[in-house]
């Protein structure tokens, strides 16, 4: 099974702030790479897909990075919206697919 | 637009069985692979079950393996999740997902259902 390995677990920032939270793999998945916001008390929501291409309906501060075994998601001018916990998931090699264990944005 | 409602979570004694449902609509359901998706309290993501756009594949994690079944009436457009042999472990917020694209293998959860909380309890 793939494991990935999200840093940090929890983070605070400043609005305006530009925020980067890292996913590493535990081996190559090619790009095969997504990531969701999940807001308290709500749903999972899908954010980027392929390690880099922006879901409908996502703002453009959101950008996604990456290759081999080491991604990332950067939020620029953070927003009070975005406090979320952020997930990174692989797909390159299933069953199982496999999450990340989370990031806990707040604002400072 | 694309709504998942889950339905039939609740508090469970262990060793007993439960069985959730997912209402699709604002798609064709028989179009796409789906999948269950659940969260424990104050935890983060782990993946249950998936099958294909037409049920002919079906995936488990190992701990829900020979316990749960995840099955698809394309008729009803409706998602179903059977837990048998139900354990405290499995106390978590289980989301009905579904795929990207159509007919295609699954990888990423483009769409969730608002959740639904089963508690294996005595």
């Known amino acids: 099974d793939i494991q990935m390995t999200q840093s940090p677990a929890s983070l605070s920032a400043s609005l305006g702030e530009t925020v980067t939270i890292e996913c590493r793999a535990s081996?190559?998945?090619?790009?095969?790479l997504a990531w969701y916001q999940q807001k308290p008390g709500n749903s999972p929501q899908l954010l980027i897909y392929?390690?880099?291409s922006l879901a409908d309906g996502v703002p453009s501060r959101f950008s996604g990075s990456g290759s081999g075994t080491q991604y990332s998601l950067k939020i620029n001018s953070l927003q009070s919206e975005d406090v979320a916990s952020y997930f990174c998931?692989?797909?390159?090699?299933?069953?199982?697919?496999?999450f990340g264990g989370g990031t806990k944005l707040e604002l400072k | 637009e694309v709504q998942l409602v889950e339905s039939g979570g609740g508090l469970v004694q262990p060793g007993r069985s439960m069985k959730l449902s997912c209402a699709a609509s604002?798609?064709?359901?028989?179009?796409?692979?789906m999948a269950w998706v659940r969260q424990a309290p104050t935890k983060g993501l782990e993946w249950v079950a998936t099958?294909?756009?037409?049920?002919?594949?079906?995936y488990y994690r190992d701990s829900v393996k020979g316990r749960f079944t995840i099955s698809r009436d394309n008729a009803k457009s409706t998602l179903y999740l059977q837990m048998n042999s139900l354990r405290s472990e499995d106390t978590a917020t289980y989301y009905c997902?579904?795929?990207?694209?159509?007919?295609?293998?699954?990888?990423?959860?483009?769409?969730w259902g608002q959740g639904t909380l089963v508690t294996v309890s005595s």
């Open positions: 997902t579904r795929d990207q694209y159509y007919s295609g293998d699954f990888n990423w959860f483009a769409y």
């Open positions: 604002g798609f064709t359901f028989s179009n796409y692979g």
């Open positions: 099958i294909s756009y037409d049920g002919s594949s079906t």
């Open positions: 081996e190559d998945i090619y790009s095969n």
């Open positions: 392929d390690a880099n």
């Open positions: 998931q692989q797909y390159n090699n299933y069953p199982p697919w496999t």
